[in-house]
């Protein structure tokens, strides 16, 4: 059994920063590619950015610039640094991770979401 457990979400104001985190923990051999997607009222999940094992990272257009993801693999936790945040960016964050069980199996994983809301 593998959990994603995630923390940081709450309410800012325009213009400040967030900082989200999400620990992997149970059966894991190890993680593979790690990202945060987020969901807003009446709309679509979409992916907001991902990051490889290697450190490689691939970001949604609109978050290029503000947001900033990162992993630590030996807490197999991954992180978003949100900055510049607007009233748009307001969503459920989820985080999502490829993982390698202890019984060798590669299996995608979501957390329960963390509400992220931008607003003066």
């Known amino acids: 059994q593998v959990q994603l457990v995630e923390s940081g979400g709450g309410l800012v104001q325009p213009g400040g920063s967030l900082r989200l985190s999400c620990a992997a923990s149970?059966?894991?051999?190890?993680?593979?590619?790690m990202g945060w997607y987020r969901q807003a009222p009446g709309k679509e999940r979409e992916l907001v950015a991902f990051?490889?094992?290697?450190?490689?990272?691939n970001y949604a257009d609109s978050m290029k610039g503000r947001f900033t993801i990162s992993r630590d693999n030996a807490k197999n936790t991954v992180y978003l640094q949100m900055n510049s945040l607007k009233p748009e960016d307001t969503a459920v964050y989820y985080c999502?991770?490829?993982?390698?069980?202890?019984?060798?199996?590669?299996?995608?994983?979501w957390g329960q979401g963390t509400q992220v809301t931008v607003s003066s």
């Open positions: 990051i490889a094992r290697s450190g490689g990272t």
């Open positions: 999502n991770a490829d993982i390698y069980t202890i019984e060798g199996r590669l299996i995608n994983y």
């Open positions: 149970g059966s894991i051999f190890s993680t593979n590619n």
